[in-house]
Structures are given as C-alpha cells and as structure tokens.
C-alpha cells in the first residue's frame, strides 16, 4: 500500500469527482455536435467502426483552431514519441500558456509529466483536461493510470469504468479494468 502525499489526495479526490459526474456538455459549436455524434456512435459500435470513430474523435480533439497552436500540440507529441520529455513538456507548457482553454493541450502535457514521474503535475493537467473535455477517455484513462500506480486502485477503477462506459472498445481500459478486477471486487468462490 502506497502513501499519498496530502497534497495528492486532494487533487485526486477533485479530479475523481469532476469525472465521475461529469456530464457531456451541450454543443457550444459544429465541432461540439460532431463530437456528440461521434461518440453517440461510438457506444453502438463494433470494434472496427469503433476505431474509425476513435481516430475522428482524436482528429477532433486535436485541432484547437490554429495553426501555430496545432503546431505546438504535434511538436510535443513528437517529443513525446521519442521519449524527449523534457522537449515535449517545453512544447506543451508553450502551448498550454497560449491556448489555456485547448484540453488536448493539458492532456499531453499531462502525459509527459506522467512518463517524468512528475504525478501531481500530471493530476493538475488532467483536471483542467477534463474539465475543459469531460468525454476525453484517453485523458480518463490517463487518470486511472495514474492512480493505480499512486496505489488507488479502487479509485483507478472506476476511472476505467467512466472511460469504458464512453468508448466500450477500449482494449487498454478492458486490459486495465480485468487486470484490477480481482483486487477491486475480490475472487468469487
């Protein structure tokens, strides 16, 4: 069992409430629509039509509306591939700073920090992220990650239960959900 810092602790019980009763926002604008549409369908879909929608939903998420914003997103998703922390959190940080209101921003951010080992950095990404885009179920996913390595693994599961109930054919939350399902709800005889 794992110690949290009490810092950590809040954050993580703000960033658990926001998901766990967060719900989709109205449409502000065509992409809002499209956004409900696409993940409408993406809770009827199969697993193949659920990666078309998945990479749409992605595409979507990762425009901001400017050039020079979107620029910023790729060069620190590049640095991110790479494994260039330190150049992909540099990238994000500019972007973040420059488009505060861009949840994809925050949720890449968020990543690098999580693969810096810099967690309560990540948490506060991933709360902004997810207040700005509550249906982001890699950013939920990204969470319940988090707090399963913080040792929160009933905290981490329902954040894998919030993501799977947006994209049911996430093969990574399904993996997540059965490798903590014995733990969390314990063996049956």
Known sequence: MSVIHPIRKGIVAAI???VMNSIPL???NADSQDEAELLAALLQADSAEAKRLERQLQRL???SGSA???LLLKRGQ???ETEDYTAA???LTALTDHAPDFAEGWNARASAFFHSERYGLALSDLETALSLNPNNYTAIFGLG???EELGQDDLA???YERAKSIHPHFEDVTKAMDRLRSDVEGESL
């Open 26 to 28: 109205a449409a502000q």
């Open 61 to 63: 998420w990762s425009r």
């Open 89 to 91: 959190i540099e990238h």
């Open 145 to 147: 990650t988090i707090l």
């Open 16 to 18: 658990v409430a926001i």
């Open 78 to 80: 590049d640095a991110l």
């Open 68 to 70: 020079s914003m979107d």
């Open 157 to 159: 599961f329902r954040a």
